[in-house]
């Protein structure tokens, strides 16, 4: 004990002696460098429009290596090609600013936060497009100051280049994605919401999207909606929807929808006359894609080009992979079976064949998410005229889907409104180039289809469509346009199925304003929702919207049309169609109240019952947990890149951190 005491104090005496204030002469103080502006000398920061810099810099980097060293710098010098070429140089020049800050008169100057804020409300799409988050070292509150704190603006060194652009720069935001300029290559899904973002920020005073949902694996479903009042339904103005991709490896049709929404954009800020016109009098929305998780899988296997598909118990053929959701259900057969319920009642005085509601024993089956969303989509808005894009033949099939066959053989099953259903299917294949060409007829349609339409039922039976629901359940006239015979055709192709598709496009949304249209008051003058609109001979009602007005679809001729509701007395009016009719024609009806003794029919609640069990609720947990499960595992195509060994993982890349 006595010996370690010893080796104690021995080690005591021989340690230096401290510094103490009051024996000056015995210490050299340590006299801090204080930092002074050196040259900047960052490869990629020598275009900035300052020559010197100084470290320790903003992030705290003290030296120029250290900086060159970090991933904020790594970031910067890959930007370019990261974006794809987007928000650069700003991007680049904003990070510059911060890793080699200004320096003037041993002093650091610090970016503008107004900057900042800039090219981020530009370029912050640019990173969701490719899954990271805004880089930390930019956020303007932290590292960026106002313009009374004395900043400086990093990129004024753009500024007269832009300034000598600015009067080509009209031109390059009409023109940037007129068809002339679409990317003819298949979109990814992420792809797909980023051209959807920008059409939306390009054209923001008409265009606006939306999501009604996401897919069994998390993904968004993303709407992108028309109109010259984005967001509101206008009083007589038409709902118009086009829904792509149900199947996921039928793919044009989702490309088509996406240059649909380009091409609509562009040509309304070009002054397009007729462009204009359709937007400014009808509402459109477009889901390019109701299967994103099919669409997924069926591009990994069209490029797996070592994928055997005859090995033994092959769950699908190739031309099968994607068609279905991620559930393995078949989408186009996941819907209320309503079809079936109209058949065995038709021989019921007086049965209905408009919104049958949806019967309590469907919710306890396996309904699809993507199934679930556009199912509550439909009821939420009041569309009038409707089409679903598929692949593998070419042709435009109407409903019913159903064959009403003892046997289920196909046979012609026309709905009440077979003259309306044809004439809006030929509208889409009249305009194609070549659908309605007997020459170009492919696919198992050819021997059933007469110049480019089909009966759906006639063609292939099925039950649980979507057409056949939104007929039955909703004001919605919808049918099937199959664009194509090859269902994932080799992008080489996609531009001239453009071009033979843009006409009927646009035609068949103009169809939306054959017919009839109005308003249901009563005698207070007071917008009557629910009234029912009925024609003489057509054993099929459409109902008034919120505000009282509606929308009626009919061929021209004459016609004699009624309005009705509980507790008031039914109004009649004969009107004549004529048969070059491009504007919906204008019939309002008011509706006075029925004699006291009158004995209205009783109402039927049963429509209003959306899942009434709440039996979809664990569809919608399950997923919430795939999404947080892919989450996790999946990290994006770029990580690998800045996950360096030795070094910590930049998790504040990832936008969910």
């Not at 960052?42 to 970090?70: V, W």
């Not at 060194?157 to 009409?174: K, M, N, S, T, W």
């Not at 009158?598 to 959306?610: A, H, I, R, T, V």
């Amino acid at each position: 004990m006595l010996l370690i005491l010893l080796q104690l104090l021995v080690f005591a005496s021989c340690a230096p002696p401290r510094c103490d204030p009051k024996f000056r002469g015995q210490c050299k103080p340590i006299i801090e460098e204080k930092p002074k502006c050196t040259d900047l000398i960052l490869s990629y920061c020598d275009d900035m429009p300052y020559a010197q810099t100084m470290f320790p810099n903003i992030l705290g980097h003290k030296t120029r290596e250290d900086a060159e060293a970090g991933t904020e710098y790594l970031l910067i010098s890959v930007a370019e090609s990261l974006l794809g070429g987007d928000c650069n140089p700003e991007i680049r020049m904003l990070g510059c600013s911060v890793l080699a800050p200004r320096c003037e008169k041993e002093k650091v100057l610090k970016p503008c936060r107004s900057t900042c804020e800039a090219v981020r409300r530009r370029c912050s799409r640019t990173f969701d497009k490719i899954q990271m988050a805004w880089p930390y070292f930019l956020d303007c509150d932290r590292f960026f100051v106002s313009d009374q704190e004395g900043c400086y603006d990093p990129l004024e060194g753009l500024r007269g280049q832009e300034e000598g652009e600015a009067a080509d720069g009209l031109d390059i935001l009409l023109t940037a994605d007129s068809p002339d300029t679409l990317q003819f290559t298949y979109h990814s899904n992420t792809d797909l919401i980023s051209v959807l973002k920008k059409t939306e920020e390009q054209c923001s005073g008409i265009a606006r999207t939306y999501s009604i949902g996401r897919s069994m694996e998390g993904r968004e479903l993303l709407v992108i909606e028309f109109s010259n009042n984005p967001g509101e339904h206008e009083l007589l103005e038409p709902e118009v929807k086009y829904i792509g991709n149900m199947r996921g490896n039928e793919v044009l049709g989702r490309q088509l929808l996406i240059y649909l929404a380009q091409h609509l954009c562009s040509e309304y800020l070009l002054g397009n006359e007729r462009i204009q016109t359709l937007i400014n009098t009808t509402r459109i929305h477009i889901l390019p894609s109701m299967n994103p998780d099919g669409y997924e899988l069926a591009v990994s296997g069209v490029s797996d080009n070592n994928y055997d598909f005859e090995q033994e118990d092959q769950r699908y053929d190739s031309w099968n992979i994607g068609r279905n959701n991620a559930q393995n259900i078949d989408l186009n057969r996941n819907f209320p079976d309503l079809t079936s319920i109209v058949y065995s009642r038709r021989r019921q005085k007086g049965y209905r064949t408009d919104h049958i509601p949806i019967p309590d024993y469907y919710w306890f089956g396996k309904v699809a998410p993507e199934t679930y969303a556009v199912m509550k989509w439909v009821r939420s808005i009041p569309f009038v005229l409707s089409a679903n894009f598929h692949g593998g033949d070419l042709v435009v099939s109407y409903p019913y889907d159903l064959s009403k066959h003892p046997l289920g053989h196909e046979m012609f099953c026309p709905t009440p409104d077979d003259k309306v259903f044809k004439f809006i299917a030929a509208t889409y294949a009249n305009a194609h180039e070549t659908m309605s060409n007997e020459n170009a007829r492919c696919g198992s349609s050819r021997t059933h289809s007469q110049k480019g339409i089909v009966n759906a039922a006639q063609w292939s039976s099925l039950a649980g469509g979507m057409q056949d629901f939104n007929y039955l359940h909703t004001n919605c006239f919808e049918v099937t346009v199959s664009v194509g015979c090859d269902r994932f055709p080799p992008e080489e192709d996609l531009a001239f199925a453009w071009h033979e598709n843009q006409e009927s496009l646009l035609s068949f949304m103009e169809t939306a304003h054959r017919g009839i249209k109005g308003i249901v008051k009563d005698e207070k003058g007071n917008a009557m929702k629910g009234a029912r609109i009925s024609v003489r001979g057509i054993q099929h009602d459409i109902t008034t919207a919120e505000n009282g007005d509606y929308w009626r679809l009919l061929t021209p001729g004459s016609h004699i049309v009624s309005a009705s509701a509980q507790g008031y007395t039914t109004a009649t009016k004969i009107i004549q169609l004529p048969s070059r009719m491009k504007i919906a024609g204008r019939v309002d009806f008011v509706l006075p109240k029925a004699p006291v003794n009158f004995d209205p029919q009783e109402e039927d609640l049963s429509y209003d019952k959306f899942d009434p069990y709440n039996q979809y609720q664990h569809y919608t947990q399950m997923a919430d947990l795939s999404q947080n499960q892919e989450e996790r595992a999946e990290k994006p195509w770029w990580w690998n890149y800045f996950a360096l060994p030795g070094v910590p993982s930049p998790t504040w890349l990832l936008k969910q951190y």
